[in-house]
């Protein structure tokens, strides 16, 4: 069973670069047809969904943060990762990690999530 | 980007009562929902997919309906276990979208 686990920094200054990794266990993050997904969640409000990669490395990004936002893989590691640029105290979240498997007329259900990781915009 | 709202945004219920929660779409999504459960301090975990599959996991008192525009999520009798949030998802068109929520509380 496939298992994924954010990290980075929990703390990240206004107008810096957020990074976080999502490390994939239990199963090749190349193999298979899957999309691979970046969605946050603020305290007490829903979730939004900021992206996704591909087995095979296309991307694809809500337009809403697309011009901040970066998501790449490293199937060395078997992670992937996510940066999103001049951050300001609304990208204050929960950021979670998750996996779809790519289904008929494309895009994807998120079927495996890792727990999440707070990251908080402060100066 | 396609919108979905869900309603009612909470429900006060007692255990063994039935719960329907909404979801409806901006424009037509075929089948193309899920619904998930989130519990406090919880990652989402999917419930429902393609409007009417019930994921690994969860019991048959969990139910999902609907196509095109409206969708509905029915909890039979009420479980303990059961109050949470729930959101609805929708995988017709990039980006992917959520509802609002529908938190499910103890009366």
């Known amino acids: 069973q496939v298992q994924l686990q954010e990290s980075g920094p929990g703390l990240v200054k206004p107008s810096q670069t957020l990074s976080l990794t999502c490390t994939v266990s239990g199963g090749s993050i190349s193999s298979g047809s899957y999309y691979w997904s970046w969605i946050r969640q603020p305290a007490g409000k829903g979730l939004e969904w900021i992206g996704r990669?591909?087995?095979?490395?296309?991307?694809n990004y809500n337009p809403s943060l697309k011009s901040r936002v970066t998501i790449s893989v490293d199937t060395s590691k078997n992670q992937f990762s996510l940066i999103l640029s001049s951050v300001t105290a609304a990208d204050t979240a929960v950021y979670y990690c998750a996996r779809g498997e790519a289904r008929s007329g494309g895009s994807c259900y998120l079927d495996s999530w890792g727990q999440g990781t707070l990251v908080t915009v402060s100066s | 980007e396609i919108v979905l709202t869900q309603s009612p945004a909470t429900l006060s219920l007692s255990p063994g009562e039935g719960a329907t929660l909404s979801c409806r779409a901006s424009q037509s999504i075929s089948s193309y929902l899920a619904w998930y459960q989130q519990k406090p301090g919880q990652a989402p975990r999917l419930l429902i997919y393609?409007?009417?599959n019930r994921a690994t996991g969860f019991p048959a008192r969990f139910s999902g309906s609907g196509s095109g525009t409206d969708f509905t999520l029915t909890i039979s009798s009420l479980e303990a276990e059961d109050f949470a949030v729930y959101y609805c998802q929708q995988r017709a068109n990039w980006p992917l979208t959520f509802g609002g929520g529908a938190k499910v509380e103890i009366k």
């Open positions: 990669i591909y087995t095979s490395g296309s991307t």
């Open positions: 393609d409007a009417s």
